[in-house]
């Protein structure tokens, strides 16, 4: 998405974006994308996944200059590497975000873990906490934080049923923030190989509903995106760990001859995030260039 020539309708918005630690990944494409739309933006990587990944690590420096040459006029960028199993790194990450330009309006929770994975009958419980503490346990844990950012805490935990209080008066007229969740394609098809992630992002996608009620009484919109198959460099023929053959046969499958690239979820994530985009709001949304239907 590129902002025509004095338009940019995230002028003034501060984003933060997690998981942008490699220039072919989705994080880095929607940094880029609020960049390009005027928003200052905070990043969190974490390099020792993708070091672990066949396709390897990206120069964080590299990263980090590519995006800073996107900003627009009066635009500021910050960084911040986190490992986001532990919940202690949480608040400082927001807070750091927020610290960047003195507010915070966008959260998009695009890190994930990958690999080491493996059927229903290579679980553990230490594979199924691992891919619920990066992939589930964290997002939630921002989400309440940028919640907690921009709104008073309520004096009593919820019962079920129960609203949290907050003026509802504002969710009809501007959005005081946007989160974004990412999830995946476990709701079209089966994932072999994946349960643990597969279930991780299926509890994102389950609760979405439930969340973004909760958050509207906020005035904050959450949507959920789940950007389909995206050549990430896991798909590319230099980078990925699976058989070329059966990448041509998927790619031969899809509707426009090829998967999605970084940019297709990214456009998607910045529409939403402008005042356009605010009439979506609780919805897992799938961006897959028709993947799914083929």
Known sequence: MTASPGTLPLRGRTALVTGVSRRRGIGFAVARTFARLGASVFIHHYGPHDEDQPWGADDLSDVVNALRAELTEGARLGEMSADLRDPGRIRPLIDAASELTGSLDILVCNHARSGGDGSILDMTPEALDAFWQTNTRSTLLLTRAFALLKADAPTAPARPGERIPGDRERRFTAPTGRVFW?????????????????????????????????????????????????????LSPD????????????????????????????????????????????????????????
Request: aromatic share 8%; no cysteine; hydrophobic share 40%.
């Open 239 to 294: 980078a990925t760990d699976r058989p070329l053959g059966q990448i041509q046969e998927l790619i031969d499958g899809t509707p426009f001859g090829r998967f999605g690239a970084p940019s297709d979820p990214a456009n998607l994530i910045g529409w939403l995030a402008t005042d356009d985009g605010a009439w979506i709001v609780g919805q897992v949304l799938t961006s897959d260039g028709g993947f799914y239907l083929a």
């Open 182 to 234: 990412m999830t995946s394609g476990q709701g079209h098809g089966p994932m072999r190989g994946e349960v643990a992630y597969a279930t991780s992002k299926a509890a994102l996608a389950g609760v979405t509903a439930t969340v973004a009620a909760e958050l509207l009484e906020l005035g904050i919109v959450l949507n959920t995106v789940n950007p389909g198959p995206v050549d990430t460099g896991y």
